[in-house]
Each structure stands twice: as C-alpha cells, then as structure tokens.
C-alpha cells in the first residue's frame, strides 16, 4: 500500500476538485493508487448527481459568446439563484459557451472536450461539488458568410452572462461598427418584445390557419357576413403578424417604426445592404415548470446540501 501523504490528497483534490476528507478516503480505499483514487471520487461524483437529478433546475444562467460572423447562446440551469452568482459556475458556464461555438446540437456540445473531459462528464463533477441538480438544457449557434452576429444579455451579472441572452444574425457588406451599433438595437428590442418568428415566410403555416380560421370565426360572431369577415380578417391578420414576426413589429425604442425600416435605414447610412437572416432568444426558465418554494426553505436545501 502507497503511503497517503499530504502532497498526495493534495494532489488529488486539484485534480478532482474534491475536499480533502473526501480526496483522503478515495486514496485510503483505493491503497494510495492515484488514478483508482479519481476513479472512485468521480464514481461518487456521479452517483451524488444521480440522486439530485430529480430536482427541479429553473435558476442558473444564459450564457452569449460571439466570433465576427458566428455566436452562440446557451442555457445552463441550476436549482437556486445562488449559484448563478457563484464564480465557479460561471466560469464553467462561460468556458461551455466557447465550446458552443463550434457544434450544432446541445448533444454534441454534452460530448465536446473540456480540459481533457467531456462538458457531460466536468457538469457531473460540478453537479457533486457544489451540491445541487445541474442541467445543460439547451444551445443555439448563429452563423452568416459574411457581416456579424451581434449579441445581446438583459441584465447581465457580467459580460456575456445573464437571464436574457439573445443573437441577431446580419449579412452585410456593411462596416463592423455599422452592424454592431444596428445589430444591439435589433438585439435590445428582441430582449424587450420576444418575437417568435423572424417574418411571415417562417411562421408555421398551421398556426397561421388556425389563427385565420379564429379570427373569422370571431367576425361572423360579432354579425359580420361570411364574405364580409373573411376580407376583415386580412386586417387582423397583419395586427397578429406584426405581435409574432420580429421585421413586422414596431421598435420598442420609438414604438413607431418596423424594425424591417429600422434595418434597412441602417443599411442606406452604412452604404450596404444589411440583412436579418436569424435570431435566438433565450429566457431563463422559459417553459420549465417550477414548484413554488419559500425563500427559508430554499436556504435551507442549500445549507443541507
């Protein structure tokens, strides 16, 4: 048996990551064998996870990160508010959205290398560190041959991190501080008025129906004729378009103006064309059903862990 000695556990916790009763126990069962030791506390690590994977996650942070013409934004969840601001985590939120930028599915960014282990695999070795249920729940890369992706975070706890992430996609010839100073406007607006579509050709056609089929439906109550509703409903087809279609709606900085003309005024002063082909926005939480829990109690699962 190799002797257990201080540098040793020492050791072990930096390449763990674990605390030092526990680096000292991996090392006393495995015989003082380092790799059997990391072996064990990773084991441990995933086992710990399992057994917090049942929580509900809703908190934690969204996470932009852009590279000239490509960006990406994701969402990493914790349990708690808590642990958003801890450095630890945002590091490793931070060090994930880098990841992000090159690959296409939150599956593929489960798998990329992270310091010689894969984001899976280093999220597990967090989940046992810090001690609660941890998810990377989604991710989204934006990309154009040639202009910007420009980003945007809605109360950001630092750059790049906060609740509201979103990206605007432009293809221009147009200059980068042209696109920048557009883009963020584009960006701000997409945070405040969360678009769902980027124009009418993207909107899903069977939602378009049935909202048309709603709408005259709404207009023979109020006693118009068929005939008559039906040409009603193109009006109140374009109020709808314009609530859902990011280049339909108006700006909420002036309330006045489309953002289409927003873009294109921008073009014209630029000299170049500029081109919205995408946009992603990430909320918090969005859709993740969340029990409601009082804020002593809350504390309390953190303290015991």
């Not at 015989?31 to 908190?59: F, W």
């Not at 009603?232 to 289409?260: N, W």
């Given at each position: 048996?190799?002797?257990?000695?201080?540098?040793?556990?020492?050791?072990?916790?930096?390449?763990?990551?674990?605390g030092m009763m526990d680096a000292?126990?991996?090392?006393?069962?495995?015989?003082?064998?380092?790799?059997?030791?990391?072996?064990?506390?990773?084991?441990?690590?995933?086992?710990?996870?399992?057994?917090?994977?049942?929580?509900?996650?809703?908190?934690?942070?969204?996470?932009?990160?852009?590279?000239?013409?490509?960006?990406?934004?994701?969402?990493?969840?914790?349990?708690?508010?808590?642990?958003?601001?801890?450095?630890?985590?945002?590091?490793?939120?931070?060090?994930?959205?880098?990841?992000?930028?090159?690959?296409?599915?939150?599956?593929?960014l489960a798998a990329a290398d992270?310091?010689?282990?894969?984001?899976?695999?280093?999220?597990?070795?967090?989940?046992?560190?810090?001690?609660?249920?941890?998810?990377?729940?989604?991710?989204?890369?934006?990309?154009?041959?040639?202009?910007?992706?420009?980003?945007?975070?809605?109360?950001?706890?630092?750059?790049?991190?906060?609740?509201?992430?979103?990206?605007?996609?432009?293809?221009?010839?147009?200059?980068?501080?042209?696109?920048?100073?557009?883009?963020?406007?584009?960006?701000?607006?997409?945070?405040?008025?969360?678009?769902?579509?980027?124009?009418?050709?993207?909107?899903?056609v069977a939602e378009m129906e049935?909202?048309?089929?709603?709408?005259?439906?709404?207009?023979?109550?109020?006693?118009?004729?068929?005939?008559?509703?039906?040409?009603?409903?193109?009006?109140?087809?374009?109020?709808?378009?314009?609530?859902?279609?990011?280049?339909?709606?108006?700006?909420?900085?002036?309330?006045?103006?489309?953002?289409?003309?927003?873009?294109?005024?921008?073009?014209?002063?630029?000299?170049?064309?500029?081109?919205?082909?995408?946009?992603?926005?990430?909320?918090?939480?969005?859709?993740?059903?969340?029990?409601?829990?009082?804020?002593?109690?809350?504390?309390?699962?953190?303290?015991?862990?």
């Amino acid at each position: 048996m190799a002797e257990i000695t201080t540098a040793k556990i020492k050791e072990l916790r930096e390449k763990t990551g674990a605390g030092m009763m526990d680096a000292k126990k991996a090392l006393t069962e495995t015989g003082g064998d380092m790799e059997a030791a990391m072996e064990e506390l990773r084991k441990k690590g995933m086992a710990k996870a399992d057994k917090k994977s049942s929580r509900t996650a809703a908190e934690g942070l969204v996470a932009v990160v852009t590279d000239g013409t490509k960006g990406a934004v994701i969402e990493l969840n914790s349990e708690t508010d808590f642990v958003s601001r801890n450095e630890e985590f945002q590091s490793f939120v931070e060090k994930v959205a880098q990841k992000a930028l090159n690959v296409n599915s939150v599956e593929d960014l489960a798998a990329a290398d992270l310091g010689g282990k894969s984001v899976k695999d280093s999220l597990t070795d967090l989940i046992a560190k810090i001690g609660e249920n941890m998810t990377l729940r989604r991710c989204e890369k934006l990309e154009v041959s040639n202009g910007a992706v420009v980003s945007y975070v809605h109360g950001a706890l630092k750059d790049g991190l906060g609740k509201i992430g979103v990206l605007v996609a432009l293809e221009s010839e147009a200059s980068a501080e042209a696109l920048q100073a557009v883009g963020k406007q584009v960006a701000m607006h997409v945070a405040a008025a969360f678009p769902k579509y980027l124009d009418r050709d993207s909107v899903d056609v069977a939602e378009m129906e049935k909202e048309r089929a709603f709408l005259i439906e709404q207009a023979v109550a109020e006693g118009k004729p068929q005939d008559i509703a039906e040409k009603m409903v193109e009006g109140r087809m374009r109020k709808y378009f314009e609530e859902i279609c990011l280049l339909d709606q108006k700006s909420v900085i002036d309330g006045e103006t489309k953002i289409a003309d927003v873009i294109a005024a921008a073009g014209k002063e630029a000299g170049a064309e500029i081109k919205l082909t995408a946009f992603a926005r990430y909320q918090l939480g969005d859709g993740i059903e969340k029990e409601e829990e009082d804020f002593a109690a809350e504390v309390g699962k953190v303290a015991n862990g």
